[in-house]
């Protein structure tokens, strides 16, 4: 299957930062997308970006698909921006759709 | 965007017992998907569940402990069958209206097996 790789594992941020996450991938997508998990385990959708560039309010997202990589922007982060990250995607020689997940970074932001 | 839902949302079940995670969808989709997430870890998919075929199982999941039903549409359950502590996990359904399109995840089902 398709590694994923992301980084930093983990990040610690005063309340105001900015960060960029990333994520390296082994091998040609259709799909790739980043999750935002809250502390009750939901996985929340940030971006559908097999390639290209998108926007939503404070986050941004980057992928390079001839590249195998993509970007996570978030500015000004907020307390409630704390969480798990992860990327996550599925492979173009994939007949099943099925995502292939990072670890995940762990973002903590102080007050 | 689909709307998931997951009954239950959280267990707390004694070992060798089994336990069947209900997964309904708002519309109709093609492709459904049975995660599981141990403590501290990332997603492992346990299996595909597509309407009106077997499911499809990965490396290291079989059917006899994770019999998986997809009757509709719109609808599956992931059955967990004597269960150990290892069993521990948040378990979570995902749909796709089709292949290489965006995922949506429910709730999750959080099961802690004493």
């Known amino acids: 299957g398709i590694q994923v790789e992301q980084s930093p594992p983990d990040l610690i941020l005063q309340e105001g930062a900015n960060s960029t996450l990333r994520c390296n991938f082994s091998d040609s997508v259709n799909n790739l997308q980043w999750f935002h998990q809250n502390p009750w385990g939901q996985l929340i959708n940030l971006f559908y970006?097999?390639?290209g560039t998108k926007q939503n309010g404070r986050l941004s997202a980057t992928t390079v698909a001839t590249e195998r990589y993509s970007l996570l922007y978030i500015s000004s982060s907020q307390t409630t921006d704390s969480g798990v990250y992860f990327c996550?995607?599925?492979?173009?020689?994939?007949?099943?759709?099925?995502?292939?997940f990072g670890r995940g970074t762990q973002l903590t932001v102080w007050p | 965007s689909a709307v998931i839902s997951q009954k239950p949302s959280r267990d707390i079940c004694q070992r060798g017992t089994s336990l069947t995670i209900q997964c309904q969808v708002d519309s109709q989709v093609t492709m459904m998907f049975w995660y599981r997430q141990q403590p501290g870890q990332s997603l492992t998919l346990i299996a595909t569940a597509n309407q009106g075929s077997e499911a499809t199982y990965e490396s290291g999941f079989v059917i006899d402990k994770f019999p998986i039903s997809r009757p509709n549409l719109t609808f599956s359950t992931l059955t967990v069958s004597n269960m150990s502590p290892e069993d521990s996990s948040i378990y979570l359904c995902?749909?796709?209206?089709?292949?290489?399109?965006?995922?949506?995840f429910g709730p999750g089902t959080r099961l802690t097996v004493t």
């Open positions: 970006i097999p390639s």
């Open positions: 996550a995607v599925a492979g173009r020689g994939s007949t099943l759709g099925r995502l292939y």
């Open positions: 995902s749909v796709a209206s089709r292949q290489g399109y965006e995922q949506y």
